[in-house]
């Protein structure tokens, strides 16, 4: 794996690989940079799945394309936080591939419940994902 054209990635994914989490925000980006990565990167909207991008399958020109094409409300993209898929699967979270027809690099990381009465421990599982990020500018300047 590493930062090549590695074809359409397998449906089990690697305790070895990274995802990253689209960075859309200038403000996150200047944290990022300073090597302070928050929980609020890794947040959910109604839902316990935080869509990535398995990095280790394309370049991270290709990559950075197709997060251009997929951002929302035209939002300018400025890199990833990266996460292992080993941190990603711990404490009852799951990696999952779920390829897209625009991005054959998709996958969710799957929380373990949606229960209001367990925000708390939701929170946690952001906060140690983001704990262990790093960043990883886009090669493509905004």
Do not use: C
């Not at 280790?56 to 951002?71: H, L, P, Q, Y």
């Not at 929302?72 to 404490?91: C, I, L, Q, R, T």
């Amino acid at each position: 794996m590493g930062d090549n054209d590695g074809g359409t990635p397998p449906l089990d994914v690697s305790l070895s690989e990274s995802l990253g989490r689209g960075v859309f925000f200038q403000r996150i980006r200047k944290q990022a940079i300073r090597k302070i990565i928050r929980s609020e990167n890794f947040e959910f909207k109604n839902s316990t799945q935080i869509s990535v991008d398995r990095l280790d399958w394309a370049t991270s020109v290709e990559m950075a394309k197709i997060a251009i094409t997929n951002r929302p409300d035209d939002k300018p993209f400025y890199g990833w936080a990266v996460v292992s898929a080993e941190v990603a699967s711990m404490n009852g979270r799951e990696v999952r591939a779920t390829p897209q027809e625009s991005n054959p690099y998709h996958a969710d990381i799957l929380l373990p419940s949606n229960d209001e009465k367990e925000m708390e421990e939701l929170m946690q599982h952001l906060t140690e994902l983001a704990g262990s990020a790093t960043w990883r500018e886009s090669p493509i300047p905004v």
